[in-house]
């Protein structure tokens, strides 16, 4: 039975076997395809080509060959294209033809067959055939499309497999993968690891392409794309191959050099190590004229590079890492520390002995990389006599002229002496240090020598050894911690920093407490913070009992209390804010101690109190005023620190608010000194109102009794409270009271019964109301609280503030005297902030309309109507009082300011702009109204940038108003012309303080150039006209040739002239748009006559002595013209007249 199931199957083999064999011929073209697409499996195929027997095999590829010769025979690769071209015009479809397809599929199939083939091939076989089919193949590869893709990777991974197995041909074929593989590696979207791996896996077929040939052109220029190619440089078997690349040809050495040196700028700074990686492995395998020419043409040339780039190159800091790799290898590798010493030995002396500064200072930063730079081979004389000639370079460098190559200095003899402490001579050790310490460390002729010292001497603390030695040097320094230069103070105390770290010395030995703690009370953010870190173990320990905290909260308090105030200040960023809460409690129960003490001494009652500090007992004292306050003050800086971590623990919030609850009335009774005051009402604002119910009752009543002009310190801290506890209103309707006392006093009566009652018999204080008012609107946290208010409040605030309106009218008309208690300043200050919280309503309720904006609005009509006819007719009368007319001015000043700020920030709408525009025009109109030019020129650039920023109003009214704003301009340079030519002294003053405005007006005006043309060359065009108008008039005035001389800056030009030139000049895009102008007007004859040539040209001279002669050259051209004609004219007449 077993011999008959044997017998069957291998009958079934055979006819396997057979069948196989007889569809691969070129009569049987479909079956054989259809074989193929049925046996897909390779393990299919690679089992039936192991079973056949040599004779089928060599049979096999013989017919194998013949279909594939046959099909090329009848369809011959160049018209493949036509077959596919005729389908398209036939069918217009991009499918491929059924011809095209069979052909593809058939020379598909033979690959496939071909390729499982060749792990059947051995040495006793004849694959001559094969190899034929494989040359075919071959051959068709560049003649397939690049849809044929799953066509051209098989091909490939044949003539792969051929090279991996060795076979006869392998060149030919090993070349054509090699290079398929190439261009696949090149492609950045689809390459993978695994193709750069197959790629070094082929990278021996290189060594048979000829270097001289034309045909490895392409070859050359793929594989320098290698060198560009991010996904090569990363990958091991991409580094590998491209070091190979390196030993392929001498002259191809070069070419690879370029093409790096031409990346570097891309390349990225983590990518250097790979870069000096694939030289290093190069010039490890080389020898001969290839490692001469590595070591030549690459290494040494990057060595010079990074000599001789400037510091500011964006490659210097690339080559420097390129070259660093080496220098790590000289300690590491063999040999490499001889070629450093022989590449660098040419280049690295002279170029530190080099004039150029930067030079000297990129050679020391190698020489210190690579030290000691030296041949191993030398004996022991001569590497003595090599180490004492680095260290004398080492000692120049510390003495050179310039401050950067010191600087590089002091950085490479930290280095090498934290590095090689053990080997260097202790004389030599002392003498280095010296330097640095001794000498450098005072360089007063550069800051950045001084930094360099403090911030490489951690370097060198990083060497245990070095701590004794420093230890005794150092103390020398300590004064640098008061040094001028914040970044040297800086360096010093993160030296002191590294120093605690390091347990190297006392910190405080070297610099004493009181240096510290002076520095601490004074410096800046950057230094105090590194000095509160100091410190921080010293004065908060957190590893030791609470008490012990507040001993030395104490200490420190006593030893600078303003120092105190900083440490804590920071001390959160240190530490928990557990630990903040319980230092304030801890002071607390210190506080409660003290005064516990007291009453106790006073009732001689020597009994123990619960909470105590019994180590303070004997050192506080609450008539110790300065220490209580240190310490309330310190509490309310705590308590400010952890705000927000309090915000997220209520339950610690809570609790920490009950405690200082329950002392707080206490506080308040004991300690009464102001010092102490202020943090306690601080201290009550942390907390609602209800829990100091006894304070918060009377923050209203102490705000009415404070006295007139009363500073603000004194009032802050109470509107503070009352803000954080959402009573502003309260303090709205004290400042209505007293306001409207004063302004309408006869309607205070039946104001107050519809308001709460407040039981006053104080007398009335306006200023300090708008005091009040003023403060709430400054502060940004309270302005939100004051708009959080009802509105019916605020807007009987802003009803009483509207009525000082009528007393500015009354004292405008002089019939004021004995009406009213409010001076003229307290009027405008009350009318001024009428006009800001007009504003901040606006904004507030902008939802509601434009109800505020209105105000204003009828504010602007009011100033016409009752304001500005006050100036006219003041200034037709002689004996008015001068002050009158100033009010006038400071009520329109108030007003244009007040509205300027209203449009830059949004809120005002195309009505009110052109509103804004009628009454700066009414103002400019006044004879005085030069008074708010500078803020007119404000208003002007603002409604400009609204205009064009804020979409504002339609196409046409945009144009309307940047028409009107071109008018006002032009008002107000007559205005100032006008000024300069009555009173000149007010002129001058004048023009002075508008050259900030107009210059700002100006550049706005510029940048927006191509979104209003019209307005641009308006305005310039009043510009030049001014400036040729005045200059002319000079001119015509002059009596002598010395008054004719062209002007060599614009302080020689007339005072307006000079003042716009000098504007003008400051922008290279004013000039150009100026000249622009100037050239038009002079080509339209807009200016003519010598006399306005003259000043055109006056006005050339100024622009060419402060920008390029290229901007002028065809204006000052078509000037010469000019005048060349006026000169022939003025001769023409000057011959008839003689005749």
Known sequence: MASQIKDFREKQIMTRREAFLQVVSIDTVEKFVNYMQIHKDPFDLNELLQELPRKQKEALWERLTQLTTQILIENPVEGWQRIEDESDDDDMEVEQSPKMKQIIAVIQGVTTVATASISVVDENINYKALLECALILNGILYALSESEKALQSAIQHLCAM???????????????AFIMMLRKSLKSKTVTGADIVRLWHLHQTLLFFDYDLEESNEVKDLLLQCFMSVNHIKKEEGRRFLSFLLSWNVNFIKMIHGTIKNQLQCFSKSLMAYIAEIYFRAWKKSSGEILEILEVNCIQDFMHHGIHLPRSSPVHPKVRELLSYFHKQSKVRQGVEEMLYRLYQPILWRALKARNSEVRSNAALLFVEAFPIRDPHFNNEDMDNEIQRQFEELFSLLEDPQPLVRSTGVLGVSKITSKYWEMIPATILAELLKKLIGDLAFDVTSADVRCSVFKCLPIILDNKLSHPLLEQLLPTVKYSLHDNSEKVRVAFVDMLLKIKALRAAKFWKICPMEHLLTRLEVDSRPVSRRLVNLLFNSFLPVNQPEEVWCERCVTLIQMNPAAARKFYRHAYEYTAPTNIAKLMLTIRRCLNACIQKEIKEMQDDEESEKENISILNNVLSINDVATMASLLEITVILWRSIHKALDHNEEAKDYTIRKFA????????????????????????????????????????KLRNLEKGADENKYSILIDCLCRWGQVGHLIELICDWMSDEITPRKS?????????????????????????????????????LLSVHKKKLNQLLKVLGAAKEILVSIMKGTDAGSHSFNQATAIRAFTLYCRLSIHLQHKFSSEGKVYLSHLKETGAWIESHVLPSI??????????????????????????????AIMVGLGDSEFQAHLLDVTLSIMQTERGCFCIPTLLCVLKEIIEASLT?????????ATFLHAVQAVFQKIL?????????WREEGLQLIYSIQSPLGEFIYTVQHWHSSCPTV?????????????VEISHTLRKASNAEELAPPESTADLP????SLMTVIIKSINVVRSFLNELMECIICEEIEGIISITAAAYIVVIIKGKHKASLVKDIAHTLQKKLMDFREVAMEESSSIER
């Open 974 to 982: 007559e205005c100032v012309a006008r000024r300069l030519r009555k």
């Open 1016 to 1028: 641009h060359r308006g305005v310039l065009s009043t510009l030049l006209a001014a400036v040729v």
């Open 872 to 901: 006219l007719i003041h200034e037709r009368e002689d004996d008015v009082l001068e002050q009158h007319i100033e009010v006038s001015q400071l009520i329109s000043q108030a007003y244009l300011t007040v509205c300027k700020d």
């Open 950 to 958: 804020q979409n504002i109003g339609t196409d046409e009214e945009v």
């Open 662 to 701: 329950i002392v707080l009335p206490e506080y308040f009774k004991v300690f009464k000194d102001d010092r102490c005051i202020i943090p306690l009402v601080i201290l009550a604002s942390f907390m609602p109102a209800s829990a100091v119910p006894t304070f918060s009752c009377g923050v209203i009543s």
């Open 1055 to 1058: 005072p307006l002239s000079g």
């Open 749 to 785: 009566n039946t104001a107050s019964e519809r308001r709460v009652h407040i039981q006053v018999t104080h007398e009335s204080k306006p200023e300090l109301a708008l005091d009040y008012l003023e403060y709430l609107l400054t502060q940004s946290m309270n302005r939100d609280c």
């Open 162 to 176: 051929w090279w991996e197995k060795g076979l006869e041909g392998k060149e030919q074929l090993g070349k054509t």
